[in-house]
């Protein structure tokens, strides 16, 4: 059974920095884009960042800067760096692979960013 398992949330102050890493199967992380989501309290799923099987980046325009995205082929990991934390950025932290699969949504994990 496929499986994606995020892990990193915390409670953190604004300016702080968490990493976030998801755990993916070999089956979907070789071949697939992998991608971190967010979906803020009382809001939509978006997609925050994007890493290639060839390490090619994209990211949202509210994170550009101080979020990176990196993927470990030996692992079968992907991390999400995170800089300079906002308040606006608490959410839960899902990853999927890109486009998102519905049915490899995990629980995520909850990130909380204090003022």
């Known amino acids: 059974q496929v499986q994606l398992v995020e892990s990193g949330g915390g409670l953190v102050q604004a300016g702080g920095s968490l990493r976030l890493s998801c755990a993916a199967s070999?089956?979907?992380?070789?071949?697939?884009?992998m991608g971190w989501y967010r979906q803020p309290p009382g809001k939509q799923r978006e997609l925050v960042a994007s890493?290639?099987?060839?390490?090619?980046?994209n990211y949202a325009v509210a994170v550009k800067g101080r979020f990176t995205i990196s993927r470990d082929n030996a692992k079968n990991t992907v991390d999400l760096q995170m800089n300079g934390l906002k308040p606006e950025d608490t959410a839960v932290y899902f990853c999927?692979?890109?486009?998102?699969?519905?049915?490899?949504w995990g629980q995520g994990t909850q990130v909380t960013v204090s003022s």
């Open positions: 070999r089956r979907i992380f070789s071949i697939n884009t």
């Open positions: 999927n692979v890109y486009p998102p699969f519905q049915g490899f």
């Open positions: 890493v290639t099987t060839g390490d090619s980046t």
